[in-house]
């Protein structure tokens, strides 16, 4: 048994009241770690650490802050095998995802913002013969950023990065579902020197340790990813405490496949939109909408293609692995049943599924699921299910797919298949998201903004974006 600790002020520790949780393994459905159970007494040793070490750490230089965070960059590159293999265990994921994705992007994570402090400038506004003005930018200080299970060590460090890179304090807490990459980072935060109190970690539950972050008054600044209604809990605490926000929440994203498109590289891409991560990030494409012309064509193909993915032991050579928790399975296999009742026809899976090796036989796996035959309107096309599940809709125009694409609460992510450039423009510039791909998915380029609209968040992460929140501008006016 795993015993995880917390990291406060440069050390290990155990949680105050020394309660523990039970950490599973997504595949076997086995306990296999004990996670803090830490409470309102950790977080206060958390931010007064991090108080204490604010003035140090916001008065070294961009580039002795970007030296730590390329160090430790350096080292989880180093460590990309076992961290790769603890976040497949912890989470359920494959291990080839977990091997070229989510420790790789980790490791930008921190490249990317120990290099862009350096370039990072602000603006000044000349007003002609009478003054000058600059614009200060000064990190915020002791800052919250709380990050979900989907993409464990991948999102969790998307925060903690610009908010280090730009002088703040930090106090962070990973998902109490999957902590571990979370706690090994700690480990590799101690290895790579970082000053104590700089980064402190904190595991528990949202209602204890999370609600703790946020409503506590010396933690200036709240970055958050996870359900819209835990990001609408966590506003009504910090909105009235006038704390910085951002949130980035939950999505129900249209893919929209136009009868003039590269018809195979959109179904290669389909099946992975749809299907990556057992479904579970939350920019997967899970409201597909096909032209009539080709319905027929891609309903047979696409159920085809996923008909062939591999769905077993997250640690061997499979597509699909574990869903993250036994809650979720039965959250998502309740979505099917609904489905059934609104008139959903079953293409293909719709099953919980139970791997023939006696390892996984208590796994939560779920098999990948297509329907059919849903009124656009209808709850399984509405609500979040955040599983391999998808339905298809046929559609006739432009008009008719944008009313569809736009119909729910969420605004997170879209994809747009077309060889029709204006079409791509037009639709484009309509479609209610914070961010549309066309002709591709899940193609990143961290300089670029992040965010949703609607109830899929308020703000924007990445780049420039992610500096700016970390950073209070102070406008300085010098008169001639
Ligand atoms: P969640 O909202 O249940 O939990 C997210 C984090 O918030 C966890 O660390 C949790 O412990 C904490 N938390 C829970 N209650 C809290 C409270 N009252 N106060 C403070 N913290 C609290 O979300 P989840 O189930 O872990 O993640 C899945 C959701 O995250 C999905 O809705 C998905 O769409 C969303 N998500 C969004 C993005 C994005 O970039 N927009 C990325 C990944 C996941």
Redesign the pocket.
Known sequence: MIILKNYINGALAAPTNNKYIDGYEPATGKVYTQIPDSVDADVQLAVDAATKAFPIWSNLSNLERSKYLRKISELIEKKLPELAKAESVDNGKPLKLASSVDIPRAVDNFHFFATAIEHFASESHFMEQTAINYTLRRPIGVVGC??????PLY?FTWKIAPALATGNCVVA??????PMTAYLLSEICIEAGLPAGVLNILH????N??????SHPKIKA?S????????K??AS?AAPMFKKLS?????KNPNIIFEDCDFDAMLKTTVHSSFANQG????CGSRIFVQKSIYEKFKNAFVEKVSQLKIGDPLTDVNIGAV?SKA?QEKILSYIQLAKEEGGNILFGGNKFIPNDERCREGYFVEPTIIENLDYRCRTNQE?I?GPVVTITPFDTEEEVLTMANSTEYG?ASSIWTNNLQKAHRVAERIESGIVWVNCWLLRDLRTP???VKS??VGR?GGWEALRFFTEPKNVCIKY
């Open positions: 709380i990050s979900p299970w989907n993409l999102l807490k990973p998902s109490e579902i999957t528990g539950t949202g209602p340790v999370g609600s703790a972050i946020v709240i958050f990813t996870g359900g819209t209604s835990t990001g809990n966590i605490i949130l980035e929440l939950g999505g579970q990030i939350c920019l993250v979720h979040e955040f997170l992040f965010g949703g899929s968040g992460e």
